[in-house]
């Protein structure tokens, strides 16, 4: 039935949000002694959401943004150690290992062993190829695409250059604005499995999703049963 299963990474594959949420606590402790009653998060998020179209997303632009709030709340007066204690959060960031979630190995094989997948996703082409090589699950993805959005234009181009009908095309993640919307609104096939964590970015208005036909499920272990009732044309 499906020609390609596509999966996001980032928090469907292997932890993400949670590298971000500690690092952003980091930033705070350390911004702590020149501000009172800031919410220092929020600040940050205003600054990577205005930073995007420039930098795009990943630890490289989160960096950016961390520094650009931490001169812009302290105004000017943040220290070069400071800064330097930030570049090194996000050094720290970056050498983490890959953590997988649970039941990612077991799922990824058994799909594989009957479908031709792809890993997409959106961020820094070498932060996510270096996640990539160090989770072991390279060796099961037959296509790789790293991008810089996740919108209905991305989603044509790819199904365009692999010669692949919408129709025949399962996209699994869990962002409902990245990885589920644009796909079902250019006939493709999704499946959401919300993540306990979600990037203020990526969430989006309830009345988005009102007549949105997807898939929904607790735990990816569920995607082996789902896509084989999908092929047997069963109602689910």
Partial sequence: MFDIIAFDAD?????????YSETQARLAKVLAPYLDGVDVDARLYETESRNIPYFGYGIKSFTLSMIETAIALTEGRVTSADIQQIIDFAKAMIDTPTQL??????????VAATHTLMLITKGDLLDQQRKLDRSGLAEHFSHIEIVAEKTEETYRTILLHYKVDAARFLMVGNSLKSDVL????????????????????????????????????????????????LMQNQEI
């Fill in 101 to 110: 979630l649970d039941g990612v190995v077991e799922t990824v094989v058994q």
């Fill in 11 to 19: 928090d469907t594959l292997w932890q993400n949000e949670s590298l």
């Fill in 182 to 229: 644009p796909v079902v609104a250019i006939g493709g096939q999704a499946v959401y499995i919300p993540h306990a964590m979600t990037w203020e970015h990526e969430r989006v208005d309830p009345a988005d999703i009102q007549h949105a036909r997807y898939f929904e499920m607790a735990h990816i272990s569920e995607l082996p049963g789902l896509v084989e009732k």
